[in-house]
Each structure stands twice: as structure tokens, then as C-alpha cells.
């Protein structure tokens, strides 16, 4: 193997730096452990390839999952690209219901006694497109302006994605929290 | 002067630390004398904070991790 120069080893070594959060991304993509793997693998190759593209003291994170979000919809969902609808979900807020249930609002205690494999279990059943903004915004803490780059959509759509995103699962977190007894709302509506 | 709809509108923006300065300043004059307000924007942070712990605890494999090093040369 060639020598490698400074630049190219802080390049890799920034590149590794991002791992845990592109395999994340892959899964919440592929909801598959294995495909996961493939296209990380190949979004690292992509990413080497194109370093020259890159400009240093950017956001990285970003440019890698731009590279990864293309090669997927490349691969994998060429076909349906355009079929994918934002379903009207309506407006719901856990916060609201549990408020007008309770006669109060929640103490964010109660969000301590949801188990995190019900949240995660609450993202995959969100929309693609609803659930890579909330892994983009709330996991991997990119800005709007990130996001909709790594997107491709006006900082506009970023936010409704999100606001949309959010109170879909805090209905699925709510239909939890009751089912699970967290909070006693919704019994005087049930038989 | 924000009233609870102007703040309500805004806690995403909040949560996600999105609005200029002056905009912050102002959600917090409503909110240090809007009890209801700042109770759902704790719940809404801490919903954000839930669904990044959540999160977090997925690792890339060791085995792709070392693959990628050899690869990267990093
Ligand atoms: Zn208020």
C-alpha cells in the first residue's frame, strides 16, 4: 500500500470517527443487519474515492450521510422514490392527551419509565421519511439547515417532517404508556 | 409578547436549539410565567433526550469497524 499522506489519514481517521452514527443510519435505511453492513461498507468507499470533494473543517457527518441517503436510494428504492406519501396523520400530542386524560399534564417522569426499546420500536414505525429527519435531528443532533441538505428539501419541510414525526410517536408512545398501565388515561373511553 | 400559541409554535425550534437569540429571550419571558407552557416544553425535551439514549446504544460491529480502518488506512 502507497504511503499515505497527513490528510488522508485524518481524513480516515474522521471518517471511522463517524461510524456508530452511519451504521445507525444504514439500519433505520435497511432495517437490515446485514444490508446495514453492505452500505456503510460502500459509502466509506464512495466517501474515499470522492475525498478530494470534501472540504476539510466542514461538517463531515453531514457529507457521509449525504453520500450514503444517495447510494441507498440509488440501490435499493429507485422504484419507488416518488411513491413515498407523508400520510396525514393529524394532529395528536401525547402531552395533550395525556392532559386532557389526566386532568394535567405529564411530569417528564413519566418519559423515564418508557423503555428505550419501545421509543426505538416507536421510530421504525414511522414513515421512511418521517423516520430518518427525527435519526437526523434527534440522534445524530444535526441542525435544519444539515438536515435539509442532507435531504435534499427546503429547511421548510425539514421542520414539518420533524413536528409531523414527533407527534406520531408520542401517539404510539401514548398507546404504550396506557397499555402498559405508566398512565391510567384512556379507561373511561374503553368499554 | 409571546402568548401561548407563539411559544407552542416555536418548541421544536427551542428543543432543537433553532431559533436567533432574540427569539429565545422572548419564549422565556412567556415561559418563566407560564407554568403549562414550560411543562410541555420540559416534556418535549425530554422526549428529544429519550429518543437520542434510546438510540445510542446501537454500535457499528467490531468486525465492519475493523474492516473500514484497514480500508481507510485511519
Ligand atoms: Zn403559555
Known amino acids: ?191 | 409578547m409571546y402568548d401561548c400559541e407563539d411559544c407552542i409554535r416555536r418548541l421544536d425550534q427551542l428543543v432543537d436549539k433553532e431559533l436567533s437569540p432574540p427569539e429565545v429571550e422572548e419564549i422565556h419571558v412567556h415561559l418563566d410565567e407560564c407554568g403549562d407552557c414550560t411543562k410541555r416544553y420540559r416534556f418535549q425535551e425530554g422526549l428529544k433526550r429519550l429518543v437520542k439514549v434510546s438510540y445510542q446504544e446501537q454500535k457499528a460491529p467490531d468486525a465492519l469497524r475493523e474492516r473500514l480502518r484497514q480500508q481507510l488506512g485511519a
Open chain 1, 1 to 191: 500500500m502507497a504511503e499515505q499522506t497527513v490528510e488522508e489519514q485524518d481524513f480516515g481517521t474522521e471518517a471511522i470517527g463517524n461510524l456508530d452514527a452511519l451504521y445507525r443510519g444504514a439500519l433505520r435505511l435497511t432495517r437490515d443487519p446485514d444490508k446495514a453492513q453492505d452500505l456503510v461498507q460502500d459509502t466509506y468507499a464512495r466517501a474515499l474515492r470522492y475525498q478530494h470533494s470534501y472540504q476539510a473543517g466542514t461538517n463531515m457527518k453531514a457529507w457521509l450521510f449525504a453520500i450514503m441517503r444517495n447510494l441507498y436510494w440509488d440501490r435499493f428504492q429507485k422504484a419507488n422514490r416518488e411513491a413515498v406519501s407523508i400520510d396525514d396523520i393529524g394532529e395528536f400530542a401525547l402531552y395533550d392527551q395525556m392532559r386532557d386524560d389526566l386532568g394535567e399534564g405529564p411530569e417528564t417522569e413519566v418519559l423515564d419509565r418508557i423503555a428505550r426499546g419501545e421509543v426505538v420500536d416507536a421510530i421504525e414505525k414511522l414513515s421512511p421519511l418521517h423516520r430518518e429527519v427525527v435519526l437526523l435531528v434527534d440522534v445524530e443532533g444535526f441542525s435544519y439547515k444539515d438536515a435539509a441538505t442532507v435531504l435534499g428539501v427546503p429547511i421548510g419541510t425539514v421542520m414539518s417532517r420533524l413536528h409531523r414525526a414527533r407527534q406520531q410517536l408520542q401517539k404510539d408512545l401514548f398507546e404504550y404508556a396506557v397499555e402498559s398501565g405508566i398512565v391510567p388515561g384512556g379507561l373511561n373511553k374503553r368499554s
